[in-house]
């Protein structure tokens, strides 16, 4: 936010004397403002020759920040702008969809958790393929892998319009695959810039309707975030935290859905488990456990974790669309 | 003493009625189950710790439907104020529950002006950062009565969900970094203290009741996906180890200012005998543990479709 001397121009009460009372108080920002206790800045300002305008500034100062501060909202606004914004996204995927109730959910960040060729990539490009095709809207796809494959979304999109043939099929193909955005992002910096320049092409390209985006695919997020958990020191875990509040902010704001994938690690006891830690369990809405036997086509899926659904497991068997080729 | 003082002091301060609102409001209240153990009034501190899933958000859920359905509902028919700081709230449960709540005391269809009533006494803003929740608590005082003029009655109840979102954040900040006086105390603690000081202030005119979740974040190291809590843990790390009986052990990571505001402790974790994965009967089942006052008993609680029971 704000050092005090970039208000000054707009707010003539912030002059260098109010700075330099400021600063001798050790208050350079408007950060460091909010962090200051207020009463005992008023009553220092009693102590000065021009208590009035200092107080006058202090008043300026709470009229800047009561303008900033996030909306106050009741049930019936959130319920409303749930309802008008936040719409429900198949994943193409029919075990999936079921167990979420009809997909994924714009506004929320969904984990795919799961050990090895379990199917985590198969369903973000199966998703990426199903919601431009079916929701006309663009896909968003960070790759940290080199897993993405056009010819797999090639297969998904000739599976679902099997009736059209030759021309037809190429230009939609074409078309789909347009819409799909793909990055290659190999560490944890690069997704950051890539994310804050995709919230900055948002805010200022809210217009263009016809790619609007609506999914948001980091596969695998793990690995580029376990690389930075090592080591005593906060960081990485900052950096980890803050890459999920970025991901809901811009899931919110711009009704987004939010796809992001992790692997699993062995516990202590042998129990493969989500990796990424205790922290990180509380970021996403929504987590769903993948997990195949060897060489079957039989895919487990299961829900860890979800905002509105009381049971943590379900188990559901099928024969997933995912792994015919 | 002349006439005018005497006519003052037979006069009284206040009429009888305004007294009994002063006085109800300022008298605890007891909480439908889970948290009716132990009676809570306004200007208390509750936290609910437990690991990440164990149905802390839910229980909020609960206790702000009860807060705001009329008293002929069984509610304390007042507003409620949810600060969403893990930006995880899902509003179509909420609204859910409350009519699975309301149709409970009346017919299949449900009464919409009691809904939206109560929709609307719910308020909520979120925030994705320390400074933003700073800022919130700074601008609350105008906008509660703002809110209190709108609704004729006032907030009572502010939960924040959950306080330690921002732990990992804060504690990396490089905020302070370059200043003189930062080399005294670190940003987490200055935040802290800041964010105690402000809900002390806002308490002071709002008189509220304070229910904050809190996610463990330091995992136990013996743990496993399925069943987090259930450990024991080596004495080694014991210095900030908080303990409670020999089997579940968090570590407190809030600094002692934030410690020592909280009045009520209640631990909320995994049962061991219906264990959360097996799909019984479409519920997941927790127990519920009060750690300050120190209970022996720990309750069973029961999440369903149609919201948080307590198993007998």
Same mark, same amino acid.
């Given at each position: 936010?704000?050092?005090?001397?970039?208000?000054?121009?707009?707010?003539?009460?912030?002059?260098?004397?109010?700075?330099?009372?400021?600063?001798?108080?050790?208050?350079?920002?408007?950060?460091?403002?909010?962090?200051?206790?207020?009463?005992?800045?008023?009553?220092?300002?009693?102590?000065?020759?021009?208590?009035?305008?200092?107080?006058?500034?202090?008043?300026?100062?709470?009229?800047?920040?009561?303008?900033?501060?996030?909306?106050?909202?009741?049930?019936?606004?959130?319920?409303?702008?749930?309802?008008?914004?936040?719409?429900?996204?198949?994943?193409?995927?029919?075990?999936?969809?079921?167990?979420?109730?009809?997909?994924?959910?714009?506004?929320?960040?969904?984990?795919?958790?799961?050990?090895?060729?379990?199917?985590?990539?198969?369903?973000?490009?199966?998703?990426?393929?199903?919601?431009?095709?079916?929701? /006309?809207?663009?896909?968003?796809?960070?790759?940290?892998?080199?897993?993405?494959?056009?010819?797999?979304?090639?297969?998904?999109?000739?599976?679902?319009?099997?009736?059209?043939?030759?021309?037809?099929?190429?230009?939609?193909?074409?078309?789909?695959?347009?819409?799909?955005?793909?990055?290659?992002?190999?560490?944890?910096?690069?997704?950051?810039?890539?994310?804050?320049?995709? /919230?900055?092409?948002?805010?200022?390209?809210?217009?263009?309707?016809?790619?609007?985006?609506?999914?948001?695919?980091?596969?695998?997020?793990?690995?580029?975030?376990?690389?930075?958990?090592?080591?005593?020191?906060?960081?990485?875990?900052?950096?980890?935290?803050?890459?999920?509040?970025?991901?809901? /902010?811009?899931?919110?704001?711009?009704?987004?859905?939010?796809?992001?994938?992790?692997?699993?690690?062995?516990?202590?006891?042998?129990?493969?488990?989500?990796?990424?830690?205790?922290?990180?369990?509380?970021?996403?809405?929504?987590?769903?456990?993948?997990?195949?036997?060897?060489?079957?086509?039989?895919?487990?899926?299961?829900?860890?974790?979800?905002?509105?659904?009381?049971?943590?497991?379900?188990?559901?068997?099928?024969?997933?669309?995912?792994?015919?080729? | 003493?002349?006439?005018?003082?005497?006519?003052?002091?037979?006069?009284?301060?206040?009429?009888?009625?305004?007294?009994?609102?002063?006085?109800?409001?300022?008298?605890?209240?007891?909480?439908?189950?889970?948290?009716?153990?132990?009676?809570?009034?306004?200007?208390?501190?509750?936290?609910?710790?437990?690991?990440?899933?164990? $149905?802390?958000? #839910?229980?909020?859920?609960?206790?702000?439907?009860?807060?705001?359905?009329?008293?002929?509902?069984?509610?304390?028919?007042?507003?409620?104020?949810?600060?969403?700081?893990?930006?995880?709230?899902?509003?179509?449960?909420?609204?859910?529950?409350?009519?699975?709540?309301?149709?409970? #005391?009346?017919?299949?269809?449900?009464?919409?002006?009691?809904?939206?009533?109560?929709?609307?006494?719910?308020?909520?803003?979120?925030?994705?950062?320390?400074?933003?929740?700073?800022?919130?608590?700074?601008?609350? #005082?105008?906008?509660?009565?703002?809110?209190?003029?709108?609704?004729?009655?006032?907030?009572?109840?502010?939960?924040?969900?959950?306080?330690? $979102?921002?732990?990992?954040?804060?504690?990396?900040?490089?905020?302070?970094?370059?200043?003189?006086?930062?080399?005294?105390?670190?940003?987490?603690?200055?935040?802290?203290?800041?964010?105690?000081?402000?809900?002390?202030?806002?308490?002071?005119?709002?008189?509220?009741?304070?229910?904050?979740?809190?996610?463990?974040?330091?995992?136990?190291?013996?743990?496993?996906?399925?069943?987090?809590?259930?450990?024991?843990?080596?004495?080694?790390?014991?210095?900030?180890?908080?303990?409670?009986?020999?089997?579940?052990?968090?570590?407190?990571?809030?600094?002692?200012?934030?410690?020592?505001?909280?009045?009520?402790?209640?631990?909320?974790?995994?049962?061991?005998?219906?264990?959360?994965?097996?799909?019984?009967?479409?519920?997941?089942?927790?127990?519920?543990?009060?750690?300050?006052?120190?209970?022996?008993?720990?309750?069973?609680?029961?999440?369903?479709?149609?919201?948080?029971?307590?198993?007998?």
């Amino acid at each position: 936010m704000a050092p005090l001397e970039s208000l000054e121009k707009e707010y003539p009460l912030i002059d260098s004397n109010f700075q330099s009372f400021c600063a001798s108080h050790g208050i350079f920002s408007v950060e460091d403002f909010l962090l200051h206790d207020l009463d005992a800045l008023l009553s220092f300002t009693d102590n000065h020759s021009t208590s009035q305008t200092l107080k006058q500034g202090i008043d300026q100062l709470i009229s800047i920040i009561d303008a900033l501060h996030p909306p106050l909202l009741n049930g019936l606004q959130l319920l409303e702008d749930a309802q008008r914004n936040k719409h429900v996204l198949s994943t193409g995927c029919e075990g999936i969809d079921a167990l979420l109730r009809g997909g994924l959910r714009e506004g929320q960040l969904t984990e795919l958790v799961g050990s090895s060729s379990s199917g985590k990539t198969q369903a973000c490009l199966l998703s990426a393929s199903t919601v431009v095709a079916k929701h /006309k809207s663009s896909v968003i796809y960070l790759d940290t892998g080199n897993s993405f494959s056009p010819q797999r979304i090639a297969h998904f999109v000739g599976q679902s319009s099997g009736h059209i043939f030759g021309n037809q099929a190429d230009h939609m193909l074409k078309k789909v695959l347009d819409r799909i955005i793909c990055y290659s992002v190999f560490d944890v910096y690069h997704m950051f810039d890539v994310l804050h320049q995709l /919230k900055i092409n948002l805010r200022s390209e809210i217009v263009k309707s016809n790619q609007h985006v609506r999914l948001l695919i980091v596969d695998s997020i793990s690995s580029l975030i376990t690389p930075i958990l090592g080591g005593s020191g906060p960081q990485g875990h900052a950096l980890m935290i803050s890459a999920g509040f970025l991901l809901k /902010k811009l899931a919110h704001e711009h009704n987004i859905a939010v796809l992001v994938t992790n692997h699993v690690v062995g516990g202590d006891d042998g129990i493969s488990k989500p990796a990424m830690g205790e922290s990180w369990k509380s970021v996403p809405h929504v987590r769903i456990l993948l997990s195949r036997d060897c060489g079957s086509n039989v895919c487990d899926i299961s829900i860890l974790k979800h905002p509105s659904m009381v049971c943590h497991l379900i188990r559901k068997f099928l024969y997933d669309v995912v792994y015919v080729s | 003493m002349n006439k005018k003082e005497i006519e003052k002091w037979i006069g009284g301060d206040e009429s009888a009625s305004e007294m009994l609102s002063r006085v109800s409001s300022m008298r605890p209240f007891l909480f439908p189950p889970p948290l009716h153990r132990v009676p809570l009034r306004v200007g208390n501190v509750v936290e609910l710790v437990g690991p990440s899933p164990s $149905a802390k958000t #839910h229980i909020l859920i609960h206790a702000a439907i009860t807060s705001v359905l009329p008293k002929c509902y069984g509610g304390l028919d007042h507003l409620v104020l949810f600060l969403d700081l893990d930006c995880r709230f899902d509003i179509a449960r909420f609204s859910q529950l409350l009519i699975h709540r309301i149709t409970q #005391h009346g017919t299949d269809s449900y009464d919409k002006t009691l809904y939206a009533l109560c929709m609307a006494r719910f308020l909520y803003v979120r925030c994705y950062d320390s400074f933003e929740f700073l800022h919130t608590l700074r601008t609350l #005082h105008c906008r509660l009565e703002k809110e209190k003029e709108v609704h004729g009655v006032g907030v009572h109840l502010l939960m924040i969900d959950s306080i330690g $979102a921002f732990h990992w954040m804060d504690r990396a900040s490089m905020f302070l970094s370059q200043r003189e006086n930062s080399k005294k105390k670190l940003f987490l603690q200055t935040m802290s203290e800041a964010v105690v000081q402000n809900i002390r202030k806002l308490l002071q005119v709002h008189p509220m009741l304070i229910i904050a979740t809190k996610s463990v974040v330091f995992g136990n190291r013996y743990s496993t996906a399925s069943n987090d809590v259930k450990v024991n843990m080596e004495e080694g790390c014991s210095k900030n180890v908080a303990r409670n009986h020999q089997n579940f052990q968090y570590r407190e990571y809030m600094p002692s200012v934030w410690q020592s505001f909280v009045t009520h402790r209640i631990l909320v974790r995994s049962s061991d005998e219906h264990p959360v994965t097996t799909n019984y009967q479409n519920s997941s089942f927790y127990l519920l543990e009060w750690l300050l006052p120190r209970l022996s008993f720990p309750d069973k609680i029961v999440v369903k479709d149609a919201g948080v029971f307590v198993d007998s």
